[in-house]
DNA sequence: TCAATAGTGTCTGTTAGACATTATGGA
DNA sequence: TCCATAATGTCTAACAGACACTATTGA
């Protein structure tokens, strides 16, 4: 994010970090002195490096852990405001595990994805694809263990997928799937929280494989 | 895709064309004069156009039309082989009408996807994404109605979703599916086609806009 | 007539979602 | 005791896929 060279960098990566906090996603912002105001951590990349492992470094680098998943969502392009003058950015999104600790100094801060400050025209744009991104691909991908302890109640786990997927989710057939799935195992614990019988913890322990989605779906073709 | 300049460009266009051609996928390519092999149609971008323009363009200029659907797949990044210098090109999928003519000049062929010739590592890449981000985002969006002429069997509808997607489909399930979502109506033409019975006409119009899809599916968690 | 293709009806297994019920703790 | 939460059972509607059957043409 140095921008000792005035010079135009060819292109920049910009990490979009979530976590989930107080029951909501949270996004992760860096202060830009430049326009005091906030914006999305951004680099110009090192030759040589690839993309995902740059993104990926910018994550660890500002959270100071490995994000749980990241993954590419779109070059966003020319004629929109960007902290750089880069023609073009590529936008990442990490999830990162939930209780990472501040980041370090005041330079960053979490915040509440409905409260966060204006940015950019085009990092808008990212962090808007990158929500989208994680609510479209988060059912193939096991994303939501890994922000949980290892052992964890069902309702937890519930939570988290709402939480990512930005929807409630039917707790009868959340667990039918599941248990479908082969995706998790009971532990011989117990948890009591608070009021209300108390729950079961299960680890994730992926067992078998199941075939994709079967047929065809004609869902919102009508455009 | 000219390479007056000698001068490393910020990042490339490379677009991935793809049409129904005898039963399968052909995919368009430009010869590459400095390797003697070739290549997917490329371009450094003009400053002020954005991304998806620029591909538009590109897709519009070498085929003589307009893509039927054109739209982002991925960035791709570094130390990966390109006929440009550029650190990174992004990639995008286009849908070319069938029956669209050959584009003129020698500098430009259509081939069956498994009979391309190899390309360098990064435009392989982009065209394996290509056609996955196809059969991936198809059922978002009605592709395969802009592939047809307006006027059309639903044998053929059905073997173009057969083509886009990669696999085969249930007749009946297939129909009942296009019936529930109020995409088609019949007109009161047939049409015969050689053998067998002939086949009524429909059209394309979509009437109802239907909910997304429900509940959470695990498939493919496991991983 | 036979072969080939279009189009439809019926049955079955699966599953999402609604709803109800039991289980088990804390207040 | 009442309340809150966990966990499970049952019912229904929707739907995918299999299968069979009818319809209508060309050879």
Redesign the interface.
Known sequence: MSREQTQ?T??TIDVVMLTPQNDQLALLLAQDEARSGWMLPWEA?D??????NTAAAIATRVTGTSPAWIE?V??????MMHPSN???S?GFVAIVPMGTPEPRGDRFAWFGLDAAPALGERQQTIVRDAVAAVQDRM????VAFRLLPPAFTLSELQQM?ELL?GKR??KA??RR??Q????VEPTDEWRSEGRGRPAQLYRYA????????R?????????
Not at 139 to 142: F, I, M, N, Q, R
């Open positions: 135009q060819a292109y990349p030759a040589g490096s690839t993309l995902d590419q779109a070059a966003v392009g020319d004629g880069a023609p073009i590529v059912d193939l991908s096991p997928y997927l989710l039917h057939s959340f799937a599941l479908a799935a082969w995706l992926p067992k078998k494989r199941r075939k994709g989605r047929g065809v779906r004609f869902d919102l073709l009508a455009g």
